[in-house]
Every structure is written in C-alpha cells, then in structure tokens.
C-alpha cells in the first residue's frame, strides 16, 4: 500500500490535487474529516474539537483499504494550524505527527488565489503559514514534495512522483 498526503495552508488546493490524483491513477481518496465535521456541527470549534477531528482523521485513513491512498491533509496540519490559533497542540496531535502514516507528503503552495468560503479562516498568512509548514516537515524528516503553479503542472509532478514510488514499492 501506498499512502500520499495532501497538506499545507487553507486554499491552497490539497482537496482539488487529491482528488484529481485519485482520478488520474485510480488511487482511494479520503476526504478531509474536519470539513465534514465543521460543517455537521458548525464553524465554531475549540481546541478540544481538534482532537476529535485529528481522532477521526485517523479512523478514516485506518479504515481505508486501496493499494493507494490519497489523504485529503495530513497532521501536520492538525499541528501547525493548532499552534497557530491555540499557541499549542495537544498531545493526541504531537503522537500522530511523530507516527509515520505517509510514504509522501505533498505541500501545496499557497501561490493559487484564495477561495472564500464558509470554513476557512485565514486568507492573510497563507505564505508565513506554509514556511511553517516546511519547517514542520523538515524537523520531522517526514518526506515531502512541494507543488505550486498551476493545477495541470501540479498534477504532473505528483503523478510522476506516485509512479515512482510505485516501481520502488
């Protein structure tokens, strides 16, 4: 099994490229868990919410059953996103963090414009958030790639990226 997570700041395409990835090389996509949360339960939320929606996140990712997974965001985002509105992540999200879930994180830019909607929140740190991001992942020696540009670009490299670990795996 091969395992991809789509992670980086709000609006920067992660849904769009997971979905699109799992078309293209008729991979399992798995849908982001907190938006189908927020948006049962609204988009007020708490700290303690985060451990819900990480808890669930997971449960989805473990009862997937394709030879390749694409993950609509990873914890990483649960960390970096916790930090930033709570000034903390709660332990549950540092264990997920430190586990290794993925074969290949793929970090989108935030180079896209930002769609409005609903349950995003942050339209004006998306650059400073993904440098977070980064850093994240490079402290965890977690594997990643970067995509910016346009969506047809991205896709490419992604696919290109997936094929690889396909003929290693």
């Known amino acids: ?3 991809i997570a789509f992670t980086g700041p709000e609006s920067s395409g992660k849904t769009t490229l997971a ?4 078309t293209a090389l008729e991979g399992e996509y798995i849908e982001e868990f907190s938006r189908s949360y927020l948006e049962q339960n609204g988009p007020d939320y708490a700290v303690d919410d985060l451990d ?5 996140h997971a449960d989805a990712i473990e009862n997937a059953s394709g030879s390749l997974q ?15 509105r709570f000034d903390a992540a709660s332990p549950l999200i540092h264990r997920l963090v430190s586990e290794n879930w993925f ?4 970090l989108c830019a935030p180079d896209i414009p930002w769609e409005a909607d609903d349950l ?12 977070r991001y980064v850093e994240v992942l490079e402290k965890l020696r977690k594997p990643y790639l970067i995509v910016e540009g346009s969506h ?4 490419k490299k992604v696919t290109k990226a997936i094929e690889q670990l396909r003929r290693i795996s």
């Open 1 to 3: 099994m091969i395992r």
């Open 19 to 22: 979905k699109a990835a799992s």
């Open 52 to 56: 819900i929606m990480a808890k669930g």
């Open 70 to 84: 694409l993950v609509d965001t990873d914890f990483v985002v649960f960390k970096v996103w916790s930090e930033y």
């Open 103 to 106: 074969d290949l994180h793929v």
């Open 120 to 131: 995003r929140e942050n339209p004006d740190d998306r650059d400073a958030l993904f440098l």
């Open 152 to 155: 047809k670009k991205r896709l």
